[in-house]
C-alpha cells in the first residue's frame, strides 16, 4: 500500500533535485499548483495515468517516483 506521506516527501526532493518550482510541475502536469502542493503534503496523490507526466516533468522514471536510489 501506498503511503502517501512519503509518497509526498519523495515528490519534494525530486523536484527540489531538479530545480523546479511546483509551479513548473503543475504546468507540466496541466494541474494547480495546489494540487501539486497536496500531493507534496501527502493530502492527495496524482491520478494513475498522471505518473507518466509527473515523472517526465521531474526527469525521472515513474519507479523513481516511489523507491530511493
Known amino acids: 500500500m501506498l503511503d502517501i506521506k512519503n509518497f509526498g516527501k519523495r515528490l519534494f526532493h525530486l523536484r527540489h533535485t531538479a530545480h523546479l518550482r511546483q509551479q513548473d ?3 507540466r ?3 494547480s499548483i495546489q494540487a501539486v502542493s497536496k ?3 501527502g493530502q492527495s496523490c496524482p491520478d ?3 505518473l507518466d507526466d509527473l515523472a517526465s ?3 525521472v522514471e515513474i519507479k523513481d517516483l516511489f523507491e530511493e536510489n
Do not use: D, S, T
Open 39 to 41: 500531493w507534496e503534503r
Open 57 to 59: 516533468a521531474l526527469g
Open 25 to 27: 510541475v503543475a504546468q
Open 29 to 31: 502536469c496541466f494541474v
Open 48 to 50: 494513475l495515468l498522471m
